[in-house]
């Protein structure tokens, strides 16, 4: 069977991460991103993690792994260096829960695959664990193509299609205009200064 990728809201959700090392570091600041309430379970956790700790960004609670650290937690990370511990979390994981464990992927329902964001977009690479090198290797090359150019420029088509939205023009009319904004042309501020204040005028017609 195929996994099925999906863009899943968190925020607000409870999170538990078991493991205090360098993976479950870049769990940690990955997910602090969405907005989740975040709980660290490890005796011990690196530097990075400590700080975000003093800063109150998380929950650090310094002990070995019991199957109540999970019972109410939305999203669980097994991520500890020892796979007895990470067997364990999965087994202790609700039946509604995401479960990913890191050193096997399969034990989980849930794959953290390679990715990046330029503002409102957001790009993944998988590769189910085949190669993880492979998917890294892939994403480097789709973020050196999709650069920070495209924090504006996917703002500037938000907004164009709001306006659009609330314009009296034609549906057809509509798609051809957000068809002919996908040209490079309208990677220049100036372009969507001028398109932007246009189509603001179409909108108050």
């Known amino acids: 069977m195929s996994p099925l990728p999906l863009t899943v809201d ?7 991460i078991v493991g205090g090392g360098r993976i479950a570091e870049r ?3 990955t997910l602090l991103e969405t907005g ?3 709980t660290i379970i490890s005796p011990n956790v690196t530097d990075g993690i400590w700080e975000l ?3 109150a960004l998380i929950d650090w609670q310094p002990k070995l792994f019991e199957e109540k650290d999970v019972s109410a ?27 990913n464990v890191v050193d096997n992927p399969k034990l989980g ?4 695959p390679s990715h990046f964001k330029r503002g ?8 189910s664990g085949a190669s993880p090198l492979l998917a890294k290797s892939i994403k480097n090359d789709l973020a050196a193509k999709y650069d920070e150019r495209y924090v504006a420029y996917l703002d500037f088509l938000y907004e164009c299609r709001q306006l659009l939205q609330s314009s009296s023009l034609s549906q057809d009319k509509q798609h051809q205009i957000l068809s002919t904004l996908l040209s490079e042309v309208y990677m220049k501020p100036e372009k969507q200064t001028q398109t932007l204040n246009w189509l603001r005028v179409e909108a108050e017609k």
């Open 10 to 16: 968190l925020f607000g959700k409870r999170a538990v």
């Open 27 to 29: 769990r940690t600041k």
């Open 36 to 38: 989740v309430t975040l």
């Open 53 to 55: 700790y003093e800063q």
């Open 73 to 99: 937690a939305f999203i669980i990370i097994a991520a500890t260096n020892d796979p007895k511990v990470n067997c364990a979390v999965c087994e202790a994981a609700g039946s509604q829960a995401l479960v």
């Open 109 to 112: 329902n849930v794959h953290v």
């Open 120 to 127: 409102k977009l957001s790009i993944s690479v998988s590769t």
